[in-house]
T-cell receptor, first 113, second 111 residues
Framework: EPEVTQTPSHQVTQMGQEVILRCVPI?????FYWYRQILGQKVEFLVS????????KSEIFDDQFSVERPDGSNFTLKIRSTKLEDSAMYFC???????????FGPGTRLTVL | SQQGEEDPQALSIQEGENATMNCSYK?????LQWYRQNSGRGLVHLIL?????REKHSGRLRVTLDTSKKSSSLLITASRAADTASYFC???????????FGSGTKLNVKP
């Protein structure tokens, strides 16, 4: 069964450093998403992406964040200058249609020191 | 805000009993989805119910949706210890490609 994959599973970085989180969505999906979950808290929507552009973003997704689909298979989330409060699990998801079932990857645990 | 909110926050039952979790939301939706998350792991999609549907079944899961009350329920019948996890509902905003998760119900099924 096709699945969403994410790398790395765990990323440790120093405050102020840039990180890139990578995702490979399910191959025939057209809609892509990033979410984050701070330890013990709810899953929060960050951004949705369709047709090579952002379709929706939350207030969390400020200028420090960017997304890209560089090569037709990968979907990346970049955090330009990490802060302590960016420490969280970051989940990528993909879906075949808007407002359809989203399939989540296993997550990347980001730890900012 | 749009977020779905689950109720109860925590539920502890014996194996074999049924577990019911509720979700309420605030604005019109296209669909509502239920997910399970084992501690520290990813989200597993359980079931999607569209706004024009009232009930759906999948194995031991039964989901209802009442759009007039803006609420949904997830029933797990004949629970097993392996059902121990957090359960989340997620709603979209009608005509917007963004999704909101509730805080979840933490289910503990005792063997």
């Amino acid at each position: 069964e096709p699945e969403v994959t994410q790398t790395p599973s765990h990323q440790v970085t120093q405050m102020g450093q840039e990180v890139i989180l990578r995702c490979v969505p399910i191959s025939n999906h057209l809609y892509f998403y990033w979410y984050r979950q701070i330890l013990g808290q709810k899953v929060e929507f960050l951004v949705s992406f369709y047709n090579n552009e952002i379709s929706e973003k939350s207030e969390i997704f400020d200028d420090q964040f960017s997304v890209e689909r560089p090569d037709g298979s990968n979907f990346t989330l970049k955090i330009r200058s990490t802060k302590l409060e960016d420490s969280a699990m970051y989940f990528c998801a993909s879906g075949g249609r808007s407002s359809d079932t989203q399939y989540f990857g296993p997550g990347t645990r980001l730890t900012v020191l | 805000s749009q977020q779905g909110e689950e109720d109860p926050q925590a539920l502890s039952i014996q194996e074999g009993e049924n577990a019911t979790m509720n979700c309420s939301y605030k604005t019109s939706i296209n669909n509502l989805q239920w997910y399970r998350q084992n501690s520290g792991r990813g989200l597993v999609h359980l079931i999607l119910i569209r706004s024009n549907e009232r009930e759906k079944h999948s194995g031991r899961l039964r989901v209802t949706l009442d759009t007039s009350k803006k609420s949904s329920s997830l029933l797990i019948t004949a629970s097993r210890a392996a059902d121990t996890a957090s359960y989340f509902c997620a709603t979209d905003l009608y005509n917007f490609n963004k999704f909101y998760f509730g805080s979840g119900t933490k289910l503990n099924v005792k063997p």
